[in-house]
């Protein structure tokens, strides 16, 4: 019998039934595991009782139309594709990158601005996440970590798995800015630290940007309220956690998408991973379709723009500040732009 509240269903085929005739959206409950499956405009969870079997489940979803998913409810990490990942910082033209990505490849799924370590213990609306909500009410957000990342690396692992059993892989776009600027602390541990603990394979890239564009942007949009030195520094922070990684330049995204892309290719082919550009790809409607965090230029063609006016209070201290020269040095950035350039590099 499966019960919910007030009603009773016999068995699966009068569940059935039941969501033919309109009873959607109701959550049903038994002792058993459960297994979740996507509806149009609904979810719903439906635990089946130990005498009726998968088989069963399937006639279901083929008598309600419902699309064929992978019934496993559970994945683990062994036997899916390796992971993706992007990382970068606020107004560094991370947007738009992705948004390429999303277009450029057609074996590849992006999912945008992913860090549940940032947003753990809000109040705020998380239709999907009541354990965050829960933690923050208890007013010990911090002992309710080890359950987030045991909900993340699941909800990561089906989504994996699903994207594995179609030859294609999952680049998550990790909210790096989250992790590095957004508080007092630094984090030390990030979700690419959760995934790969958890036995996943984990393949990061960074994308970078001028710091001083990126710093004058941020300030502006008040994503970041802090110095010039102490935003750098910040920026070490994030580059010894990622050190291993490639670096690839906004900059050359912006002179050459084709180039920009085919060094990535070039560099998962090493790796193994073998992304197949979409014969449908255009230019022109590159880009268009939204994702999370897409609050940068809306133009769909990249076009390299000049250096923004230094601030009078800046002028000296781009000269002497030693975390952003350090910072130039190491990414190979010329730290004395002048304005309304665009030799942001080296000579």
């Known amino acids: 019998m499966l019960h919910y509240q007030g009603y ?7 569940l059935g039934s039941a969501l033919r005739s309109g009873r959607r959206g109701r959550w049903f409950e038994s002792s058993h595991p459960d297994i979740k499956i996507v509806m149009p405009k609904t979810i719903i969870k439906i635990s089946i009782l130990k005498d009726y079997g998968k088989v069963y489940l399937r006639s279901l979803l083929n008598k309600i139309n419902l699309p064929r998913l992978n019934l ?14 992007l990382h970068h910082q606020a107004c560094t033209g991370g947007s738009i990158i992705s948004k390429y990505f999303n277009d450029y490849f057609s074996n590849l799924v992006l999912i945008s601005e992913i860090n549940p370590k940032a947003t753990f213990g809000s109040y705020r609306f998380s239709p999907l ?19 987030q990342k045991k909900i993340y690396i699941h909800e990561i692992s089906l989504i994996n798995k699903d994207i594995s059993s179609k030859n294609s892989y999952l680049l998550i776009r990790d909210w790096s800015h ?4 957004s508080f007092t602390i630094i984090s030390e541990t990030t979700t690419v630290n959760w995934l790969t603990d958890a036995g996943f394979s984990v393949i990061p890239i960074v994308t970078v940007r001028h710091p001083l564009e990126s710093y004058l942007s941020a300030r502006a949009k008040k994503w970041v309220d802090m110095s010039l030195h102490e935003y750098c520094e910040r920026y070490h922070s ?49 880009g268009s379709k939204k994702i999370s965090g897409d609050s940068g230029r809306s133009a769909s063609l990249p076009y390299l723009r000049s250096a923004k006016p230094i601030p009078n209070h800046l002028a000296n201290t781009t000269k002497s500040t030693s975390a952003y020269l350090n910072l130039c ?6 730290p004395y732009l002048q304005d309304s350039t665009t030799q942001y590099f080296k000579p």
Do not use: M
């Open 72 to 85: 496993s409810a559970t994945a683990t990490a062994n036997e899916n594709q390796p992971i993706l990942s």
């Open 238 to 286: 994030f580059f010894k956690v990622y050190a291993a990684c490639p670096v690839f330049y906004y900059e050359d995204f912006c002179r050459s998408p084709e180039d920009f892309f085919s060094k990535i290719i070039n560099y998962y082919k090493d790796k193994g991973i073998h992304l197949i550009k979409n014969s449908g790809y255009s230019p022109h409607r590159a």
């Open 329 to 334: 040095t190491k990414l190979g950035y010329n």
């Open 129 to 147: 996440n009541p354990l965050s909500q829960y933690a923050y009410q208890s007013g010990e957000p911090w002992h309710y970590e080890a359950f």
């Open 178 to 181: 989250g992790d590095f600027f």
């Open 8 to 14: 009773n269903f016999r068995d699966v085929a009068q």
